[in-house]
C-alpha cells in the first residue's frame, strides 16, 4: 500500500539529484554521522547524570539545560540528512526490515525525550533516583536502537 | 611494511574475518555506534573548554568525571578499529582516505598528549572560569576539527574513488597513496 509513495519519493528531483551524483550521498552521509556524535555526547552528558554517573557534581537540570541546544541541533541535523539519504534510496528502504525497526522506534525515542524526559530533566528539584534512572537508562537504549538499526540498513 | 601487512593478510583469522557474514558488520556497527560515547563525551568536554556551554560547571568535573567514559569509548574504537583494519590490510593501506585518517589521528593524539601534558596541568587556576584560556580554547578547537576530520576520512575509506587500480589517477593521488602505476 505504501510502496507507490515509497517510487514517489525516490522519483523526486531531490532523491534523483543524489542517486545520480558520485559524491553528494557520501557527504550527506558523512554530515549525518558527524551529528550522530553530536547527539551521542548530548545524550550520554545528561542520561549518565540521571542514572547517576558522570557529572555527578552537578545538578540535572543544569547539565540538561545545558546539552539541550546541541541535543535539537544534533537531532533537526540527523532528521535533514535522514531524510535526503532517504529521498535518494526510497524503494530500497521500503523492502529493509532495519529501516522499518528504525522509523518505528524514532518516534517513540522522540517522544520519550521531548515529552518525557525534558519534563523531568529540566525541573530544578529533580534527582537521582528510580524515576531518573529509568529514564536514563530507557533514553539510551531505545536512541542505540535507532542508531544501531539506522547502521543496519546499510548492511541488508 | 607492505611484506608484513600482506603476510598479516593471509593469515587465517584475516580472511575469516573478511569473509564472515555477521562479524564484520557487527564490528563496523560497534565502531560507529561508539563514536557518539567517544567523540560525544570529547565534543562536551570541548564545548566547555571553548567556554561555549556548560559554563558554570568545573572543567575539573568534565575531566575526573566524564573522560573515564571518553576513555572506554576509545578502547572499543581501538580494538575494534585495529581488527577492522586486520580483516583487509593492505587495502587500507594503499587507501587515500585511510592515510588521511591515520594522519588526523596523530594529529588528534599529539593535541590529547598536549592538553594534559601542558595545559590541563594549571587546570586549578582557571577551573571555574567561565571561559578558561586561550590555550585551552585551541586545544578544545584543535580537537574538534581533528576528530570531525577522523570521522568523515574515517567514513570515505568505504568508498574506492581512488584505489589504485583504478587508474588513471591524479599523480598526486598515486603519490600520496604510494600506488605502483604500471607503464602504459
Known amino acids: 500500500m505504501l510502496l507507490p509513495f515509497f517510487e514517489w519519493c525516490e522519483n523526486t528531483a531531490i532523491g534523483e539529484t543524489i ?11 558523512a554530515v549525518h554521522l558527524l551529528a550522530l556524535c553530536l547527539l551521542g555526547g548530548s545524550l550520554l552528558v545528561v542520561d549518565l547524570r540521571m542514572l547517576g554517573v ?7 537540570s543544569q547539565v540538561a539545560g545545558y546539552a539541550r541546544p546541541f541535543l535539537i541541533g544534533s537531532i533537526v541535523t540527523l532528521v535533514c540528512t535522514g531524510l535526503l539519504l532517504f529521498l535518494s534510496e526510497a524503494v530500497k528502504c521500503y523492502y529493509n526490515t532495519s529501516f522499518w525497526v528504525k522509523i518505528t522506534t524514532l518516534p517513540i525515542a522522540l517522544l520519550l525525550t521531548f515529552a518525557v524526559r525534558d519534563r523531568f530533566s529540566l ?29 543496519w540498513i546499510g548492511f541488508s | 611494511m607492505l611484506n608484513f601487512l600482506q603476510w598479516l593478510e593471509s593469515t587465517p583469522w584475516s580472511i575469516a574475518l573478511l569473509e564472515s557474514l555477521y562479524v564484520w558488520p557487527l564490528l563496523e556497527s560497534t ?35 566524564l573522560l573515564p567514559w571518553t576513555r572506554a569509548g576509545f578502547a572499543v574504537m581501538a ?21 588521511i585518517k591515520v594522519l588526523l589521528l596523530i594529529l ?50 568505504a568508498y574506492n574513488w581512488f584505489d589504485c587500480d583504478l587508474q588513471p589517477q591524479p599523480a598526486l593521488i598515486n603519490w600520496a597513496a604510494d600506488c605502483v602505476v604500471p607503464e602504459p
Do not use: C
Open chain 2, 108 to 157: 588528534a593524539g599529539l593535541n590529547v598528549w598536549l592538553f594534559h601534558s601542558r595545559i590541563h596541568r594549571l587546570v586549578s587556576k582557571w577551573d571555574l572560569d567561565p571561559v578558561p584560556p586561550r590555550a585551552a580554547r585551541f586545544a578544545a578547537g584543535v580537537s574538534i576539527v581533528a576528530w570531525a576530520g577522523v570521522v568523515v576520512a574515517g567514513r570515505m575509506v
Open chain 2, 79 to 99: 580494538v575494534t578499529g585495529l581488527l577492522l583494519f586486520y580483516s583487509s590490510p593492505t587495502r587500507y593501506y594503499f587507501n587515500i582516505f585511510f592515510r
Open chain 1, 123 to 151: 525541573r530544578k528539584s529533580f534527582e537521582t533516583s528510580a524515576m531518573s534512572r529509568l529514564l536514563g537508562a530507557g533514553s539510551l537504549t531505545l536512541w542505540f536502537v535507532v542508531a544501531a538499526a539506522g547502521r
Open chain 1, 54 to 60: 558522570g557529572l555527578k557534581g552537578q545538578r540535572i
Open chain 2, 31 to 65: 565502531h560507529v555506534l561508539s563514536l557518539g560515547l567517544f567523540v560525544g563525551t570529547t565534543v562536551m568536554m570541548d564545548l566547555r573548554l571553548l567556554g561555549v556551554s556548560f559554563r558554570s560547571v568545573p572543567t575539573s568535573a568534565f575531566t575526573h568525571r
Open chain 1, 19 to 29: 542517486r545520480n551524483s558520485l559524491w553528494l550521498f557520501p557527504v550527506i552521509e
